[in-house]
Structure formats: structure tokens, C-alpha cells
């Protein structure tokens, strides 16, 4: 970190200094309260921008979004998104997972694949397992707490005096995908679809009765065929009643509005 914007952090009194025993276990002579030079915009937008300003040359592509972790890193994402001009989303809890919520999604092509830390943890001598989500570092100091808060959601009770067993570490990598996009039917510039006649026994006259016979290959987007008809094709026939009218959507699926009866 560049000196001027330690003074930043000095300025808004968050750079603290002494002796600082860290949730990883590791000792620093300083540590920064990082929200106390957030709560000023000017100030969060200036080091989002730096931190943007870092990354950027040691992206292969422009990124797509930049997700916090956790709602207290919201508006570090969002500033750093501000600087890579891409959008900012966040996760929440949600059943002991960090998920995407109120709408947000990683979009097609974006690539961003999200990954979920876990942990399978059992009391000793015990057949069942509880499943923890582990966010970050920090939840390893509060995971028996954790566990045995779980444990006694899912089973009626605790045992805070009986030792832990860690059976199983999980990692979960969601990676996005492009979702299957259906092809399109053109529109009809010309006259209707070609038809032969044919007579068809109708279950809703109770006789025979004659049929326009189309072929649903030779349908295109925006089609309309009032009934009596039948659409043939390789696997079936789907047949028109008297007084029924089908048309064509843009994906080429058929649709009957029933008027008979």
C-alpha cells in the first residue's frame, strides 16, 4: 500500500499500530479499520479506484462482476467494480451457504465461478454429521460454537463437553454456464402453408370429417389454422377440432385455443 493512502487511513483514524494478534493466528504491528475510511464516499471511491487500478493489469479480460463475499465487504466491491467498470454484487447466508440473492446472478460469459468452503463436522464417537459453510478464516476460531448451535437446531440438542471430529473439508465450485438458447422460426412472407384434404374420423363431431392436412415443416413463426385440421409430422398428428384455432409461436411450438363445445 502506497504511503498516501496509508494517510488516508491514518487521517480517519484506522490505521492502528502496536501489537494485534490476528484471527489467522498471526501477529502485525499494525492493523486497518477499514470502515472507519469507508464511511467517508470520497475516501471509498479513492481506494476502490487504487485497488481497481492494481488489478486491472493482471486481468486476461475486462472481469464482468465483482462479487463481495460477505455483506462488510459491499462497499469494497462496489467501488472496485466502479474502477473495472463492470457490475458489484454481494452473497448472503442462506442455509449455511454464501449465496447470490435478491436477484443477482453471474450472467452468461461472465465466468466468474463462485466457490463455497464447507466442513462435515460430528460430535466423537457419533454416526451422524453436521454440515458448516466456512466463509473465510475468521469462522474457524467460532466453528465449534457453530457447530454445536447447528447440531442442536437439527437434533434437539448440544454437547459442548464432548469432543468434535472433523470427518470431511468441502469445496464447491459453481461455475456459470451460458444457458441453452432455442432457435427462432422465421415469419411467413407469403401466402398460408400448403395443405392436402383428407377425412378424419373427429371424436368431438362422433363422424367423419374432412381435414386441411399440413405439414409442420412447412409452418413458420406466426401461422394460424382454424380446424377442422392435423398437423403431420415424422413421430405424431396433432389434430384441429371444428371451431379450435392453432397458431405458431417464434420457437415453433403449437399452440390450440379450444372454442369447440
Excluded at 231 to 246: F, K, N, Q, R, V
Aim: hydrophobic share 45%; net charge negative; with cysteine.
Amino acid at each position: 500500500m502506497s504511503q498516501e493512502l496509508l494517510e488516508l487511513f491514518r487521517a480517519a483514524g484506522a490505521l492502528l499500530e502496536g501489537h494485534f494478534l490476528l484471527t489467522s493466528g498471526l501477529h502485525s504491528p499494525r492493523y486497518l479499520q477499514c470502515a472507519r475510511v469507508l464511511m467517508d464516499p470520497v475516501a471509498a471511491t479513492r481506494l476502490g479506484g487504487a485497488l481497481a487500478g492494481a488489478l486491472g493489469p493482471a486481468l486476461r479480460e475486462p472481469p464482468g462482476a465483482v462479487v463481495a463475499p460477505a455483506l462488510g465487504g459491499v462497499i469494497v466491491a462496489h467501488e472496485v467494480a466502479r474502477g473495472l467498470g463492470c457490475r458489484a454484487l454481494f452473497t448472503e447466508r442462506q442455509d449455511g451457504r454464501m449465496t447470490l440473492r435478491r436477484g443477482f446472478s453471474i450472467l452468461p460469459g461472465e465466468g466468474a465461478p463462485l466457490m463455497h468452503h464447507a466442513v462435515d463436522l460430528r460430535y466423537l464417537g457419533q454416526e451422524h454429521t453436521v454440515t458448516i459453510a466456512v466463509t473465510e478464516l475468521a469462522d474457524w476460531a467460532d466453528l465449534r460454537k457453530q457447530f454445536d448451535d447447528a447440531h442442536e437446531r437439527a437434533y434437539g440438542y448440544a454437547a459442548s463437553d464432548v469432543d468434535v471430529q472433523l470427518l470431511n473439508l468441502r469445496l464447491t465450485v459453481v461455475f456459470p454456464i451460458e444457458r441453452p438458447r432455442l432457435p427462432t422460426l422465421a415469419r411467413r412472407t407469403g401466402t398460408g402453408p400448403a395443405f392436402t384434404a383428407r377425412t378424419i374420423y373427429s371424436v368431438a363431431a362422433g363422424d367423419f370429417v374432412e381435414h386441411r392436412v399440413v405439414q409442420r415443416s412447412d409452418l413458420f413463426a406466426g401461422d394460424t389454422i382454424e380446424g377442422p385440421a392435423a398437423i403431420e409430422e415424422p413421430g405424431t398428428t396433432t389434430i384441429i377440432d371444428a371451431g379450435d384455432t392453432l397458431s405458431v409461436e417464434e420457437h415453433g411450438c403449437l399452440v390450440i385455443q379450444v372454442n369447440a363445445g
